[in-house]
């Protein structure tokens, strides 16, 4: 442990929103309500509003379009999914998309991907009566209909891990956690635009110990980069993989440990030029390892201590040409509003370039 500052972990998302003209949007959530603190680049202006109230826990998801237009989806109390758009006046408003009984069934983790004329939507969904048993439901707007998919269905309790979704133009995989023989394993199953259907799911990994914070990143060698933590003797430990997805099968690289045994969580992937980031928490500190060998090798991890404030973690999305083709990120730690700044790789960027 280096001396006694260190930033002090709170388990807490928002998104961050970047335009093509440095504008930054945060979205966030207080009393369940949807609000946004904005940034202008041009004069420094900062602007605060309720967008949409009554949102269930963190269930939304926000993304901006080529046009620097904002969109996204929310799962609301009174058992409605909404669509959120950004008008013609740069106003970002709400419509509802469906409805569901609450009484009958649990919908989480909504996800959105607008790709041209094509809609992807996705989420868990469980009937009450069949607690642990979990669908993950897909609509899909080809720009003139709509189909509907049920990709799989998992058993996960008590802690429902969210999947995450790689996406890449039209092309979309989903990879998430269901339970075999007892413990979470990964699995992957891939969108096909032609037939509109999902390929049958793909296990990936096996190591029959149980999971939980799953990261994936694809990079421009279509490598896919996997991380998640995973109890081994009773305690968490960062563990990555890589793998090719080829139409007969993922061809996967052996497991590796990149932690030490602890409570190491949220590991996330980050990538930066050609220097590959695993980002985790650990003791409630921030603790990093990088790879400069499309992750072969992995350093010895650092305890990131540059600061006292609180540290979140960011979705974050961005349009400015600076950032497309410096970073390749979904997720990422960093210091809380005010002084918004990410944190975990900074410094260690700065001696390996």
């Known amino acids: 442990m280096k001396g006694v500052i260190f930033m002090p972990f709170i388990n807490r998302i928002e998104t961050i929103i970047k335009k093509?003209?440095?504008?930054?949007?945060?979205?966030?959530?207080?009393?369940?309500?949807?609000?946004?603190?904005?940034?202008?680049?041009?004069?420094?202006?900062?602007?605060?509003?309720?967008?949409?109230?009554?949102?269930?826990?963190?269930?939304?998801?926000?993304?901006?379009?080529?046009?620097?237009?904002?969109?996204?989806?929310?799962?609301?109390?009174?058992?409605?999914?909404?669509?959120?758009?950004?008008?013609?006046?740069?106003?970002?408003l709400s419509k509802k998309l469906f409805e569901y009984d609450k009484k009958k069934y649990i919908i989480n983790n909504p996800y959105i991907k607008k790709y041209e004329d094509t809609i992807h939507?996705?989420?868990?969904?469980?009937?009450?009566?069949?607690?642990?048993?979990?669908?993950?439901?897909?609509?899909?707007?080809?720009?003139?209909?709509?189909?509907?998919?049920?990709?799989?269905n998992i058993t996960a309790y008590p802690v429902l891990n969210p999947f995450v979704v790689n996406e890449k133009d039209n092309n979309i995989n989903i990879f998430y956690f269901n339970k075999i023989n007892g413990s979470e394993e990964i699995f992957l199953s891939k969108f096909n635009p032609i037939s509109k259907l999902w390929n049958a799911p793909i296990q990936i990994t096996n190591t029959s110990n149980k999971k939980i914070y799953l990261s994936v990143l694809s990079d421009e060698m279509n490598l896919y980069n996997i991380t998640w933590s995973e109890f081994?003797?009773?305690?968490?430990?960062?563990?990555?993989?890589?793998?090719?997805?080829?139409?007969?099968?993922?061809?996967?690289n052996n497991v590796l440990?990149?932690?030490?045994?602890?409570?190491?969580?949220?590991?996330?992937?980050?990538?930066?030029?050609?220097?590959?980031?695993?980002?985790?928490?650990?003791?409630d500190r921030i603790y990093s390892s990088y790879s400069l060998d499309y992750g072969k090798t992995w350093s010895i991890p650092n305890e990131d201590d540059r600061g006292t404030e609180n540290i979140i973690r960011y979705k974050f999305i961005s349009n400015s040409e600076n950032d497309v083709r410096e970073y390749k990120l979904d997720t990422a730690f960093g210091t809380y509003y005010p002084s918004i700044s990410f944190v975990g790789f900074q410094s260690v960027v700065k001696d390996s370039c």
């Open 232 to 252: 081994i003797n009773e305690n968490l430990v960062v563990r990555y993989m890589n793998g090719q997805l080829k139409e007969d099968g993922f061809y996967s």
């Open 121 to 152: 939507i996705l989420y868990y969904i469980q009937s009450i009566d069949n607690k642990g048993i979990w669908s993950i439901f897909n609509h899909y707007y080809d720009g003139e209909k709509w189909t509907e998919n049920n990709i799989d």
């Open 20 to 92: 093509s003209n440095e504008d930054i949007i945060v979205f966030h959530l207080n009393n369940q309500n949807l609000c946004t603190k904005e940034f202008k680049y041009s004069n420094k202006a900062i602007s605060e509003e309720k967008i949409l109230k009554n949102i269930v826990n963190n269930d939304y998801c926000i993304k901006i379009d080529s046009n620097d237009k904002i969109y996204g989806i929310a799962n609301c109390e009174n058992g409605e999914v909404v669509y959120l758009y950004t008008d013609d006046y740069g106003n970002i």
């Open 257 to 283: 440990s990149l932690s030490e045994q602890s409570n190491c969580s949220f590991p996330t992937l980050i990538k930066i030029d050609k220097i590959l980031w695993n980002i985790w928490t650990q003791m």
